[in-house]
């Protein structure tokens, strides 16, 4: 498990839910991996058991806190950024997310994020299918579009089912999106040029 | 100079030179030249442009070169797929070219790494003005620096592990310490606690050994260790894996069991432990024999009391197996009140 991911839970189990839920989250794993009692044992199936805990405590569904997750991370700015990189509008985004394991793989080699093939329906309609099957994968791109349909100003119906994202955009220019430059604003570069 | 046919003034040399990837095709489809980089990547002598390429957008047009035209036409971005290498999704643009014809200039996207794998591409394959070696570039060296730092930090966090599974554990026994205790406790209160069903509850059974005293002072401390670590086996070996075992004091332990509020059950439990125990010295040569005394309480009995409460009591019921004479189990089905604590 990659050490950046179990961050990101950390990180969005505190932001949403409070220090008080994280603390018997960190309980529930630390009570785990003494019982596993390896020395060398890291909590086993690290950021799962996390969200697994989380959901035991707070009663929601699993499928549920990973398409918050999803939503949550897609609402960092900087990574809101990293996502409007791979695309013009809404529907772009959408077509290119087959890009972005790739994108992702040249940041972080070993992220072992699954691909992703786009299918288009005669109507429109797109649907994202991981290989290999991945759940909790799905359910995470599931709540990440929905926060990007927002982000781009367009109304995107998501549908996370067991296997596969479904994708409608009724209206590409529902809102007004939010501003998206290339170059980063007022992060001076590395040099202090501008 | 020889003419590209349907450029004029610019040679077919030139184009490759210029226009590595480029793709220069008929209205019809058919191909007339193919960049030198392309090539590379292509059946030799491509005639249609279809036999290469697939529409890289899903369920668009499925007519390659309508899409192509359409390109050319509209100005927007275009997604060739390689038949032969289906990873690749070639990026790029079109604009009509003479009469009857249309240039395509492609790019590699973010697939850039797997067509230099794909196709053995060099610095030359590449327009000096591309970014393809810098984009090599930086995967390299952030590939390189992140491994380092992922290493670093695999074995910052073995290192941490260890130090966390160590602050929890009795060196001596391999139980649980007292620290260990109070996270595994504040976990299974959390649990009960959450869900109202009797299914969550649990038992807290407190043990202290008897005569141990007596066994350090007339055999020795390292005999003593050798029961204690006797006991623990005693406890390990009774417990399922999700209870806790720990070494809280010097020849005290305390045990949580899960889902066990039985108290027959218990009961038994308990008798089977201390018989396990009393079997470590059966000599009784040197006139010590250990035993232990047990307390045991449940927690559907303690719903809305502090967990400190539930401690004091498994140990109230622990001094009074001791009063009664030792070896003895005393379960309490109800909290302890005010008159009944000193009993």
């Known amino acids: 498990m990659h050490r950046l991911v179990v961050r990101a839970v950390e990180e969005f189990l505190r932001d949403t839910y409070g220090a008080n839920l994280w603390r018997q989250v960190e309980i529930s794993c630390a009570v785990e991996q003494v019982a596993a009692a390896a020395p060398a044992g890291r909590l086993p199936g690290?950021?799962?058991?996390?969200?697994?805990?989380?959901?035991?405590?707070?009663?929601?569904?699993?499928?549920?806190?990973?398409?918050?997750?999803?939503?949550?991370?897609?609402?960092?700015?900087?990574?809101?950024?990293?996502?409007?990189?791979?695309?013009?509008?809404?529907?772009?985004?959408?077509?290119?997310?087959?890009?972005?394991?790739?994108?992702?793989?040249?940041?972080?080699?070993?992220?072992?994020?699954p691909r992703i093939r786009v299918e288009r329906e005669?109507?429109?309609?797109?649907?994202?299918?991981?290989?290999?099957?991945?759940?909790?994968?799905?359910?995470?791109?599931?709540?990440?579009?929905?926060?990007?349909?927002?982000?781009?100003?367009?109304?995107?119906l998501v549908a996370v089912g067991g296997r596969a994202v479904q994708v409608?955009?009724?209206?590409?220019?529902?809102?007004?999106?939010?501003?998206?430059?290339?170059?980063?604003?007022?992060?001076?570069?590395?040099?202090g040029l501008r | 100079m020889e003419p590209s046919g349907l450029l004029p003034g610019i040679s077919s040399g030139a184009m490759d030179r210029i226009l590595p990837m480029h793709l220069l095709i008929q209205a019809g489809g058919r191909v007339l030249s193919v960049g030198p980089t392309l090539r590379k990547l292509v059946t030799p002598g491509m005639r249609h442009v279809a036999d290469g390429f697939s529409n890289g957008r899903p369920g668009g047009n499925e007519d390659l070169v309508a899409v192509i035209l359409g390109a050319a036409s509209d100005g927007e971005r275009l997604f060739l797929r390689m038949r032969q290498t289906p990873c690749l999704n070639l990026r790029g643009h079109a604009v009509p070219a003479g009469r009857d014809a249309v240039l395509v200039n492609l790019g590699f996207g973010i697939g850039l790494p797997d067509a230099v794998r794909a196709a053995g591409l060099t610095d030359r394959d590449f327009a000096p003005p591309e970014l393809a070696m810098e984009l090599l570039f930086m995967r390299e060296a952030m590939g390189g620096v992140l491994g380092e730092l992922s290493h670093f930090n695999s074995q910052l966090e073995v290192a941490r592990d260890v130090a966390e599974a160590q602050a929890h554990t009795d060196p001596l026994t391999g139980l649980h310490n007292r620290r260990g205790l109070e996270l595994a406790l504040s976990e299974a209160r959390t649990l009960t606690g959450l869900r109202a069903g009797d299914r969550d509850g649990f038992a807290l059974a407190h043990l202290d050994l008897d005569h141990f005293k007596a066994v350090n002072d007339l055999l020795g401390h390292a005999e003593g260790d050798r029961v204690l670590c006797h006991v623990a086996r005693v406890l390990g070996d009774v417990i399922r894996s999700d209870d806790t075992?720990?070494?809280?004091?010097?020849?005290?332990?305390?045990?949580?069991?899960?889902?066990?509020?039985?108290?027959?059950?218990?009961?038994?439990?308990?008798?089977?432990?201390?018989?396990?125990?009393?079997?470590?010295?059966?000599?009784?040569?040197?006139?010590?024999?250990?035993?232990?005394?047990?307390?045991?309480?449940?927690?559907?009995?303690?719903?809305?009391?502090?967990?400190e409460r539930m401690l004091l009591d498994a140990d109230a019921a622990l001094y009074r197996s001791k009063r009664e004479g030792r070896g003895r189990v005393t379960i309490l089905t109800a909290p302890l009140t005010g008159e009944t604590q000193g009993l």
């Open chain 1, 46 to 113: 690290g950021a799962e058991r996390m969200i697994a805990a989380a959901g035991a405590i707070l009663e929601k569904p699993e499928g549920e806190l990973y398409e918050d997750l999803g939503a949550w991370l897609a609402r960092r700015e900087a990574i809101r950024r990293l996502l409007r990189f791979s695309g013009r509008d809404f529907a772009d985004f959408v077509l290119s997310l087959e890009e972005l394991p790739d994108r992702a793989h040249f940041v972080i080699p070993d992220l072992e994020m």
């Open chain 1, 122 to 156: 005669e109507d429109g309609t797109m649907r994202l299918l991981l290989d290999p099957l991945a759940p909790a994968w799905c359910a995470i791109l599931g709540g990440l579009l929905r926060a990007m349909a927002d982000d781009y100003g367009a109304l995107g």
């Open chain 1, 168 to 191: 409608q955009i009724p209206e590409a220019s529902f809102a007004e999106g939010r501003d998206f430059h290339l170059e980063q604003g007022d992060v001076p570069n590395a040099a």
């Open chain 2, 245 to 307: 075992a720990a070494r809280v004091g010097g020849d005290e332990f305390v045990l949580i069991l899960r889902r066990f509020e039985d108290v027959a059950g218990l009961e038994r439990l308990a008798r089977r432990i201390i018989a396990g125990i009393e079997s470590v010295l059966s000599d009784g040569a040197d006139g010590c024999r250990v035993s232990a005394s047990v307390g045991i309480v449940l927690s559907r009995n303690y719903r809305d009391q502090p967990l």
